[in-house]
């Protein structure tokens, strides 16, 4: 790496932490949008939401670019993804634009795998896998979609990402590492 790189790097290391900083900022006002909207459809919530969801693609990205990963942001950045994304759940679930046995088993699954990973001590160092990032997108993408309409066809989407979840968390835990990993997050 050139000094000019080493220059940059280290001038924007902190990019990834402050992202996943905002996206934790962000459930409060976003849930308060999503409460507060006539049967969950909120373009200001679902904005919000798409936002924090996509800083949680960029934070990682640029985490491993940049060479920056940190123990926050090891241990916050999962927590903000599963705080937004479980927020979101209970919300639609309230609203009854998502019945509440979808989302059980993705409200589950964080439950689970929280135990999972803290009995094997491994929660500030769970390597992601690719279904299971997969999952998250489509989980997110419905949850914004279902946010956008009042139309029922989001929630197919999201049906697809619970099924991919569901076998995401399976290799987490057949796995004694957390996963097969891809790359850290």
């Known amino acids: 790496m ?11 290391a902190w990019l990834p932490n402050v992202l996943t900083a905002a996206r934790l900022a962000a ?7 999503l409460a507060r909207a006539d049967d969950a459809v909120s373009a200001g919530a679902a904005a919000l939401f798409a936002v924090a969801a996509f800083t949680d693609f960029l934070d990682g990205y640029l985490a491993r670019r940049l060479g920056s990963n940190s123990r926050f942001g090891r241990i916050a950045d999962p927590l903000a993804d599963r705080l937004l994304i479980d927020v979101a759940l209970v919300l639609l679930v309230w609203h009854q634009r998502l ?4 989302a059980v088993p993705v409200l589950m699954r ?3 795998l929280a135990a999972l990973f803290r009995a094997r001590h491994i929660e500030g160092d769970v390597q992601v896998n690719l279904a299971g990032k997969t999952a998250t997108a489509m989980i997110m993408l419905a949850m914004t979609l279902l946010m956008l309409t009042a139309e029922p066809w989001p929630k197919a989407l999201y049906v697809v990402g619970v ?7 399976i290799l987490y835990y057949r796995s004694p590492e957390g996963g097969p990993a891809s790359k850290p997050s």
């Open 2 to 12: 050139g000094p000019i790189r080493g220059l940059y790097t280290d001038r924007v």
């Open 27 to 33: 459930v409060a006002p976003f849930a308060v949008l």
């Open 99 to 102: 019945e509440w046995w979808l």
């Open 110 to 112: 964080d439950v689970l």
């Open 163 to 169: 099924g991919i979840s569901v076998s995401a968390a």
